[in-house]
């Protein structure tokens, strides 16, 4: 079986920054990509940002040039570095991958249980 559990959620002021973490641990044979998404009340989930298993990245369109994604491959970990927050950024996060699992070298899908993030004065 496999887990994955985020940390670093928390309150914050607009324009304040935030760290999450997701590490990954269990029966694993290899982590493709890595991911964030997040769901505001009411709204569906969406993703914030993609870490391929390559080293390319990729962002939804509101984080871009505020959020940055990395992996530490030695430690199957993911972090969401999240800069200038907004109101509009506050949401449960939740920590996504797809990793290669026994038997049979197959890939599935995982989730976090999410970390609520909240961004108010």
């Known amino acids: 079986q496999v887990q994955l559990v985020e940390s670093g959620g928390g309150l914050v002021r607009p324009g304040g920054s935030l760290r999450l973490s997701c590490a990954a641990s269990?029966?694993?044979?290899?982590?493709?990509?890595m991911n964030w998404y997040r769901q505001a009340p009411g709204k569906q989930r969406e993703l914030v940002a993609r870490?391929?298993?390559?080293?390319?990245?990729e962002y939804g369109d509101s984080v871009k040039g505020r959020f940055t994604i990395s992996r530490d491959y030695t430690k199957d970990t993911v972090s969401l570095q999240m800069n200038s927050l907004k109101p509009e950024d506050t949401a449960v996060y939740y920590c996504?991958?797809?990793?290669?699992?026994?038997?049979?070298?197959?890939?599935?899908?995982?989730w976090g249980m999410g970390t609520q993030v909240t961004v108010s004065s």
């Open positions: 870490f391929f298993s390559g080293g390319r990245t």
């Open positions: 269990g029966n694993i044979l290899r982590i493709n990509t």
């Open positions: 996504n991958a797809q990793i290669m699992v026994p038997p049979g070298f197959r890939e599935s899908t995982f």
